[in-house]
């Protein structure tokens, strides 16, 4: 028995290979055969019969990775952000700026006075006793709202002529605020067209409607209802329009009414809204300007703050100071602004 000699190297047969002295295998005519190359028996990877690998050329590059895709929407932006700059936050930079200074708005010159044009304001009591005029518009909002809420949720039903109606609530607030201002001055002058309308019903006055402050006041807050009745009325029709039919369907099955559905499902599902309305409500009755500064001028007793700013700076030429009434007013709607939203926060509400 012979040992085999340390460390000797293994021999490995190809199966596949043909035997020692056995006859090659023939080829027909016209067949190729291929061979593996040298780096193969080296162990190298080779693929038998495919063409060497050729370098891979890089992708396209593609639009959504462009920076010019991703400027794109700064394009479309650029001019109304231009514009919001120009004629919003560049005036009201302006505006507090003059509100520190004694610029009568017209000379080139003007003095920094500080805080003296707050002081001012804060000091004088005159300047926001006009605040209790605004009392008068914020009720006429509260009824105002109520009214419009009403008519929304009367016509988001089926009914005959709704559309009609729809017309009809909406188009004082498609009319401009100047025309109604005179409209409405020859309806409450004496012998104007109030007062023909009691006479033929029977009822003579003497009463003067835009001459004694209670009246004037009630008068003018009767028009702005009138007038901005129809904004609030489209917003609340819309978000109860938005409410899911399914909703109306299941309370009409458990038996519920009318107010039980408006209790329980259009209140909650227009939220938001009415805490808008309420916001609007309360930033215009504190800035109520047109419809007083048309049929009245201010006179009487009906005098807003925004009429006394106008007159601060045009009629007596202290733009500075009517600057810095402005920033008053501006920071009070902000405030009472926040404490609303504090109070009543918009929640989400999920009713499906």
Do not use: C
């Amino acid at each position: 028995m012979t040992e085999k000699p340390p460390n000797s190297p293994r021999t490995v047969t190809d199966p596949s290979a043909p035997a020692p002295g056995a006859p090659r295998p023939r080829t027909a005519p016209g067949t190729t055969v291929l061979t593996a190359p040298a780096s193969a028996e080296a162990g190298a990877p080779t693929r038998t019969g495919a063409r060497a690998a050729a370098p891979r050329r890089p992708a396209p590059r593609s639009w959504r990775d462009s920076p010019l895709r991703r400027a794109t929407p700064w394009f479309f932006l650029a001019v109304p952000l231009a514009l919001l700059l120009t004629f919003t936050y560049v005036p009201v930079a302006s505006m507090i700026s003059y509100s520190f200074t004694d610029w009568d708005g017209v000379s080139p010159h003007r003095e920094f006075t500080g805080v003296d044009n707050y002081v001012q304001i804060f000091t004088r009591p005159e300047m926001f006793r006009v605040f209790f005029v605004s009392g008068y518009y914020l009720a006429a909002s509260a009824l105002q709202i109520g009214v419009a809420l009403y008519f929304a949720t009367v016509l988001s039903f089926n009914l005959r002529f709704r559309n009609f109606f729809k017309g009809v609530l909406f188009f004082p607030y498609l009319i401009n605020g100047v025309a109604i201002g005179f409209v409405f001055l020859y309806f409450f002058q004496d012998g104007g067209t109030l007062d023909s309308v009691l006479a033929w019903l029977g009822v003579t006055t003497d009463h003067p409607w835009l001459g004694d402050p209670t009246s004037a006041n009630l008068s003018l807050a009767g028009v702005s209802v009138w007038r901005f009745t129809g904004l609030n009325f489209v917003l609340f029709l819309g978000a109860i329009q938005s409410v899911p039919g399914e909703l109306y369907e299941a309370a009409q099955l458990d038996g519920a009414d009318r107010w039980q559905q408006f209790r329980h499902i259009i209140v909650p599902s227009i939220k938001p809204v009415l805490s808008l309305s309420v916001i609007l409500a309360i930033s215009g009755s504190l800035s109520v300007f047109e419809i007083p500064y048309i049929m009245t001028g201010g006179a009487t007793g009906t005098s807003t703050f925004v009429i006394q700013t106008v007159k601060l700076a045009f009629q007596f030429n202290k733009t500075g100071l009517a600057s810095a009434a402005a920033v008053v007013l501006l920071a009070l709607i902000l405030l009472l602004t926040w404490v609303q939203r504090r109070l009543v926060p918009d929640d989400k509400v999920d009713l499906v």
